[in-house]
């Protein structure tokens, strides 16, 4: 299912092949929590882009508008109209993020609805039976993302809970993919590595879980506010501990500098609200760096928000207009920024790509970065 096609260091251009299409990695994969990218971008919107997967979220399409809906209509690329790879989250990181009140035990976690407040029971079954019903390409286990400042044995004995959550994970995938009713039968698990910053913990549950041999590993647990110095540290000790022929993929990372870092290190697959989030907030990302188009400079400049850009937007429109659209509060303003955002997202990831395949990976990443840290 993955191949490396070229190595450059330990960064990896590969291709994962999917029931529903091949991926080339390093990817970056464009959020739709709730099987839409927040900032009125359509999934014809996304194929103009460049995104090669959507990611989607098991915990708010269960809440709303349930995962037995959405299989009554065919599963969630039929829902949304999208014929390409979708990976969906386990639900974990919302339920020990979004819920007040939350019961930990050994079978799940009991926790009421951010909604409406109505009691739901989410354990490693429930977890894949919902993923399932959505039909989504790629399923992650059920696991639990404690705090990065939790205390090292409550980290450990969290570590372990999950590794066994995550053989009931397989089990009932499984069990799943056997029935003639599932929509997608060759639904892919990944596995999920958790440790906080606690190195011997990370590289204790990496050799566990590789042992499954499943077809794709994620670290999860980073960029929920330590250093980033703390998070490359350990995927320096944590990525060369995951099999190597398989996809890595590093959980809600992250800006464009942490991805760059992070393909140095051998990661092949990144998610982040970053570029949507921030869009919408007025804040564009360009190859000079990120900037504000609320700023009072933009009033009236008539250039697009970067030179060069082969975006719809920076082809049509200048940050004068954008700007005013934000300032007006049209919706109009909000897709524009997103739409570029996600683009120059999906743009890098290419460039990353060529650079790999040419064997320049190193000399791109410090011009980057440096462009990235240099303003306008």
């Known amino acids: 299912m993955f191949k490396i096609l070229k190595k450059d260091g330990r960064a990896k251009r590969g291709e994962f092949l999917t029931v529903h299409g091949t991926v080339q990695t390093p990817v970056f994969m464009n959020v739709g929590t709730s099987a839409a990218i927040k900032g009125a971008v359509s999934t014809e919107d996304l194929k103009v882009i460049g995104t090669q997967i959507e990611l989607s979220n098991t915990y708010h399409l269960h809440v709303r508008p349930g995962d037995e809906v959405v299989k009554k209509m065919g599963g969630l690329h039929k829902f949304m109209n999208w014929d390409r790879p979708i990976l969906t ?95 997608n039968k060759e639904q892919l698990l990944f596995g999920i590595n958790q440790g906080g910053i606690y190195e011997d913990i990370r590289i204790e549950h990496a050799k566990r879980i590789r042992e499954f041999d499943l077809p794709g590993y994620a670290i999860g647990g980073l960029a929920v506010g330590e250093e980033h110095s703390e998070m490359y540290r350990i995927l320096d000790a944590v990525v060369p501990e995951l099999p190597a022929d398989k996809p890595v993929y590093l959980m809600g990372v992250g800006t464009p500098e942490n991805i760059l870092e ?67 509060g049209e919706m109009l303003g909000m897709r524009f920024m997103v739409t570029h955002n996600l683009y120059f997202y999906n743009h890098l990831m290419e460039e990353i790509r060529d650079a790999i395949e040419e064997g320049r990976f190193q000399e791109f990443k410090k011009r980057k970065i440096e462009e990235f840290h240099a303003g306008e």
């Open 89 to 183: 989250d386990s639900g974990g990181f919302q339920v020990f993020s979004l819920a007040s009140l939350r019961k930990i035990k050994e079978e799940g976690v009991s926790f009421n609805s951010h909604i409406d407040g109505r009691k739901i029971f989410m354990g490693p079954e429930e977890s894949m039976q919902i993923q399932s019903n959505l039909g989504s390409t790629i399923a992650m286990a059920f696991d639990e993302c404690p705090s990065s400042v939790a205390e090292k044995d409550y980290i450990k004995k969290s570590v372990d809970r999950t590794t066994r959550w995550l053989e009931r994970c397989i089990t009932k995938m499984k069990e799943l993919n056997a029935k003639d009713d599932t929509i």
């Open 262 to 328: 992070a393909v140095d290190r051998g990661v092949d697959f990144f998610d982040c609200v970053y570029p949507s989030r921030n869009g919408r907030h007025g804040h564009a990302y360009t190859s000079f760096g990120k900037i504000n188009l609320l700023n009072a400079k933009y009033e009236t400049d008539d250039r697009p928000i970067e030179e060069g850009c082969g975006c719809p937007v920076c082809k049509n429109h200048s940050r004068a207009y954008i700007r005013h659209l934000l300032k007006a």
